[in-house]
């Protein structure tokens, strides 16, 4: 079905791979095509409980864009790119109702680090390097890197990274609240999985609901506690939320439907 990406759905966990190691799984139309395609998977399939996007091979999880697709482009193209990019793809990954999470090994840069950043939140291997190195070309992000940097890492750190193209290692990107691991690469889809089991277990809407309240905080055009109020009160309205309580009350463990 795809020919840029790989896809695998086990235990209600759906694990995209962007699949061209040989070019460091750089971001081209194809990807960003057949990425949106996967996430529109995510939304539509009743069998995805949450996602793992990641990169083939030990070098890169995605090493930037296709650099050889801009030089034909003027001001309106670059602004095209930038716009299809983030309503196919990025900001579609942020606002998904169900975990999109990034299992970072090697390069992410540029594309890659703004990837990344788009997901719920993400781990990285020992050996994954971040940063924004669109300077070095005479740009900057395109794909909400500005945005998403400045709301993760603060905005000293983010001007400076921005700016100055400097790449952060794992430990780096873990302490600046980049990343929320570091382990070993062997140990990275395993760690990212148990996570994400552990999450599957919870009632679907009401981490739905905690996904969207939460991106409120950033959204100037929503009021979050408003939004945290408006998800509240409609969780009462949930099959969930009745087994949730009862379940507590009768001391056992509750058994959710996504209803």
Same mark, same amino acid.
Do not use: W
């Given at each position: 079905?795809?020919?840029t990406?790989?896809?695998?759905l086990?235990? *209600?966990?759906?694990t995209?791979?962007?699949n ?9 139309k194809?990807v ?9 998977e995510? &939304? ?11 990169g ?14 801009f030089? =034909? ?26 975990p999109?999470? =990034? ?8 594309g ?6 788009a997901c719920h939140?993400r ?12 300077v070095?070309?005479g740009?900057?992000?395109?794909y ?6 400045t ?5 000293g750190r ?14 780096? =990107?873990?302490? &600046?609240g980049?990343?929320n691991?570091?382990?070993? =690469? ?17 009632a679907p ?8 309240a ?7 055009t929503?009021? *979050?506690?408003?939004?945290?109020i408006d ?5 009462f309205d ?10 507590f ?11």
């Amino acid at each position: 079905m795809y020919t840029t990406i790989l896809t695998d759905l086990e235990n *209600g966990i759906f694990t995209i791979t962007i699949n061209r190691p040989d070019k460091l799984n750089a971001l081209n139309k194809d990807v960003i095509t057949e990425l949106s395609a996967a996430i529109d998977e995510v &939304y539509s399939n009743p069998e995805i409980k949450s996602a793992i996007i990641s990169g083939a091979g030990p070098k890169a999880f995605v090493a930037g864009a296709d650099i050889s697709e801009f030089l =034909a482009l003027d001001a309106n193209g670059g602004k095209e790119l930038a716009q299809k990019g983030q309503d196919m793809v990025f900001t579609k990954i942020e606002n998904a109702p169900k975990p999109i999470v =990034a299992a970072v090994n090697g390069f992410a840069l540029g594309g890659g680090c703004e990837l990344a950043m788009a997901c719920h939140f993400r781990l990285a291997s020992e050996n994954a390097k971040f940063g924004q190195p669109e300077v070095n070309l005479g740009l900057i992000p395109g794909y909400g890197g500005t945005q998403r940097l400045t709301q993760l890492v603060g905005k000293g750190r983010a001007m400076e990274m921005l700016m100055s193209a400097n790449i952060i290692d794992a430990n780096t =990107a873990l302490q &600046y609240g980049l990343v929320n691991y570091v382990v070993p =690469a062997e140990e990275l889809l395993n760690k990212t999985k148990s996570i994400l089991e552990h999450i599957n277990s919870k009632a679907p809407l009401a981490v739905a609901g905690c996904i969207k309240a939460a991106n409120a905080v950033f959204d100037e055009t929503r009021n *979050g506690y408003q939004t945290e109020i408006d998800a509240f009160g409609e969780c009462f309205d949930t099959d969930d939320m009745k087994e949730g309580t009862t379940a507590f009350l009768e001391k056992r463990k509750p058994t959710f439907s996504g209803k």
